[in-house]
């Protein structure tokens, strides 16, 4: 009788644990990070933000004018492996006669000795966009100010552009990337 009880116990046991889903164990991840990317323009100073511009899987053009700022709310979700790392990516791009890694670039009218000679930076956001710490979705809202970067004098400028991606590695190192924003002076 006991012995029947325990092949029973046995047999149910291996039924309920063939419904549930395993697991993922490290390295068999196979898909990446998934995204939602938000990137607002607004006057810098009123909470306003106006109309979105969704860049989770596509690229969207903006212009910015010079009293705008960013706002960027990014949401990823990896339920297998967890988020490890989520950033904004840089490119190589000119800053005066060097490559520097950045995502804004500008050049000014009227001021020597730099008249018309692309410049380049990083973009400084308001904050990090934090430490995911390998949890399964991660939610991350940050702004920035790129005129307050760019270095023309009076605002004027013959070229000011910058890009917007993000990209996020997920617990077993697969890298997915954002749609990316490129935004320009008016």
Known sequence: MKHNVLSKLAIVLLFVNAGCPKPVQNGSDTTP???????????????????????????ANMKLAV??????????????????????????????????QGNLSW??????PLTGVMQGATMVF???????????????????????????????????EGRIQVEATNGDGLTSRSGILFFEKP
């Open 67 to 100: 009293g705008q700022d960013l706002r960027i709310e990014i949401q990823v979700i990896d339920q297998q492996s967890g988020v490890k790392n989520l950033r904004f990516v840089t490119r190589e791009i000119i800053d005066g006669n060097q490559l520097v």
């Open 107 to 112: 050049a000014c009218q009227g001021r020597p």
């Open 33 to 59: 990070t998934g995204f939602i990317v938000t990137v607002w323009r607004s006057t810098i100073g009123t909470p306003n933000r106006g109309d979105g511009i969704d860049i989770s899987t596509a690229n």
């Open 126 to 160: 308001s904050g990090p966009l934090g430490n995911p710490n390998l949890a399964a979705g991660f939610r991350a809202s940050v702004k920035a100010d790129p005129y307050a970067q760019a270095t023309c004098q009076a605002n004027n400028y013959n070229v000011f």
